[in-house]
């Protein structure tokens, strides 16, 4: 095995690119740190992770990292019950609680979902809303629970109008925060009850409304597949294939990571793949390559599993192959 393992990095080297290998997390070992204590119930650890870090940006990947852990819901009651003035427990139960509702109602399209896995689904949101609620009446600062109460609100059907107060509320206190933007850009799709030009405009305006460099230049890129998953087979190729779609592209790139204060931080290899895969399906094979470059075989589950949800690196690798690299 050590053989085959050998000569398959061989390959990759003598073929003048990096394996392609899907990325679970920015590189940052802290986020490795906190899902092992997360794992193993550890909240010192936990604590002494995420409170060395800002709220705001730089918290999200870490407290998500604890989220998305099997498990978490078995201990953090204990915590909850020990430090009932504390915000951070609250905050770690309701992401964790989101991450475990979702769970419950498994990535399958609402009509294959059932009437059980829809009544946990809910629960768990209706529970998780109750901590963030909680974590922001102690910290009326932190931007974290108005985040994930974004993400609560969409699963429980808020309506659009409370979902914007919750994006203003989380952009209030971060105006640049990613994953918020990322959350309302969902919230404003038309498969979640908005429209193609509300969605195409809110990502506009928040990408160009940022500074040069900024990371939400993905908007624009994440706006455009999600108009092309809309479509039907044919459609959607056209779609791509348009030149304002390739003109929106090309803006957006010079905006953000082609920008001279673009800085390698966070989430710029999602941002790298979002416009690898946008510039591929649009036909721009240089533009593409470019990015192929930039990500170094790094591949991030977003966007690429809207091609092949099984096995996100194969979608990478082939839409990379048809780039000549």
């Not at 990096?18 to 070992?29: E, F, H």
């Not at 940006?57 to 998500?64: I, K």
């Not at 170094?296 to 990379?320: I, K, M, S």
Request: hydrophobic share 40%; aromatic share 10%; with cysteine.
């Amino acid at each position: 095995m050590a053989l085959l393992r050998d000569w398959g990095l061989a390959l990759g080297k003598w073929a003048g690119r990096p394996l392609a290998q899907v990325q679970k997390d920015s590189g940052d070992p802290e986020v490795q740190r906190v899902r092992h204590a997360a794992a193993a119930g550890d909240w010192s650890a936990v604590r002494q992770v995420l409170e060395a870090r800002p709220e705001s940006e730089d918290r999200t990947e870490l407290l998500w990292a604890v989220g998305d852990t099997a498990g978490v819901e078995r201990w953090i009651d204990t915590v909850l019950e020990a430090e009932p003035d504390a915000a951070l427990p609250r905050l770690v139960a309701g992401v964790r609680y989101i991450s475990w509702g979702w769970e419950a109602r498994t990535g399958a399209r609402a009509q294959h979902v059932s009437r059980e896995k829809f009544e946990v689904f809910h629960a768990r949101l209706r529970t998780a809303e109750q901590w963030l609620y909680e974590a922001a009446e102690r910290e009326p600062q932190w931007t974290s629970p108005w985040c994930g109460l974004q993400t609560t609100g969409r699963g429980l059907q808020v309506g659009q109008s409370t979902a914007r107060r919750r994006f203003e509320a989380t952009v209030r206190r971060d105006p640049h925060h990613l994953r918020a933007h990322q959350q309302q850009l969902q919230q404003v799709c038309d498969k979640w009850g908005g429209s193609h030009e509300e969605m195409h405009a809110f990502a506009r305006t928040s990408a160009f409304g940022a500074p040069g460099g900024t990371l939400l230049g993905q908007l624009v890129a994440i706006a455009h597949l999600e108009h092309w998953l809309s479509l039907d087979a044919g459609a959607d190729r056209v779609y791509m294939h348009r030149s304002e779609v390739a003109d929106s592209l090309h803006e957006a790139a010079e905006h953000s990571f082609r920008h001279p204060d673009f800085v390698r931080r966070g989430a710029w290899i999602q941002v790298l793949n979002t416009f690898a895969m946008a510039f591929s399906l649009a036909g721009e094979r240089g533009a593409a390559r470019e990015c192929f470059r930039a990500t170094e075989g790094r591949v991030t589950e977003f966007p690429w599993y809207y091609l092949n949800g099984a096995d996100p690196a194969a979608a990478y690798r082939q839409h990379r192959s048809a780039t000549g690299r």
